[in-house]
């Protein structure tokens, strides 16, 4: 069973940083893009940023200069470093590693930006 574990969340002011944490087995993790997600309350879930495999990353336009997604290989690990949070950042986020066949989703950390 694929077990994406989450850690990081909490509650930051804004002008503030977080770093979020997902550590998966070496498998996933070498063969897998891994991707961070969110969901505000009321809203759809949305892409957040994205690495793949080899390194290659993509943002969100509203993250874009203020997120960055990184892969640590020595951990299995693909962290989310966020500074000038903002309160729209504020949802559940979640740590995702996908194929083109399969897609798996950790259980979700809340990230509250509030002053």
């Known amino acids: 069973q694929v077990q994406l574990v989450e850690s990081g969340g909490g509650l930051v002011q804004p002008g503030g940083s977080l770093r979020l944490s997902c550590a998966t087995s070496?498998?996933?993790?070498?063969?897998?893009?891994m991707g961070w997600y969110r969901q505000a309350p009321g809203k759809q879930r949305e892409l957040v940023a994205v690495?793949?495999?080899?390194?290659?990353?993509n943002y969100a336009d509203s993250v874009k200069g203020r997120f960055t997604i990184s892969r640590d290989n020595a951990n299995n690990t693909v962290v989310l470093q966020m500074n000038s949070l903002k309160p729209e950042d504020t949802a559940v986020y979640y740590c995702n590693a996908a194929t083109s066949l399969r897609s798996y989703w950790g259980q979700g950390t809340q990230v509250t930006v509030s002053s």
């Open positions: 070496r498998n996933i993790f070498s063969m897998y893009a």
């Open positions: 690495i793949t495999s080899g390194g290659n990353t």
